[in-house]
Nanobody, 123 residues
Framework: EAHAVESGGDSVQAGGSLRLSCRAS????????MVWYRQAPGNECELVAR???????YYTESAKGRFTISHDNAQNTVFLQMNNLQPDDTAWYYC?????????????????WGRGTQVIVSS
């Protein structure tokens, strides 16, 4: 069964760093547009970063200069390095292919997408 699972979330102090991982099994990320979304309590699902198949990247304004999305083909894993974390970064974080744009766990386009990983940043 094709699935992807996020990990790496934790509770940190403001200014700290975390590296989120998203490992795929049963399919490959290679060549796909990969994205990280996040959803804070009471807020809508928000696109945080996108890594396109051509290697270009996009970041939401609040993530620019602090977050880096990357991909390791050998591990079939997508990463989100987050530095200088702030309380506003507190949310559940989800990795997806760009064609499966949603927060929360579930099936889309033949893949079971994980339930996310929680990041809590305290001031």
């Amino acid at each position: 069964e094709a699935h992807a699972v996020e990990s790496g979330g934790d509770s940190v102090q403001a200014g700290g760093s975390l590296r989120l991982s998203c490992r795929a099994s049963g399919f490959t990320f290679d060549g796909s547009d990969m994205v990280w979304y996040r959803q804070a309590p009471g807020n809508e699902c928000e696109l945080v970063a996108r890594l396109s198949g051509d290697g270009s990247s996009y970041y939401t304004e609040s993530a620019k200069g602090r977050f880096t999305i990357s991909h390791d083909n050998a591990q079939n894993t997508v990463f989100l390095q987050m530095n200088n974390l702030q309380p506003d970064d507190t949310a559940w974080y989800y990795c997806r292919e760009s064609k499966s744009a949603f927060c929360g766990g579930g099936y889309a386009n033949g893949v079971y997408w994980g339930r996310g990983t929680q990041v809590i940043v305290s001031s």
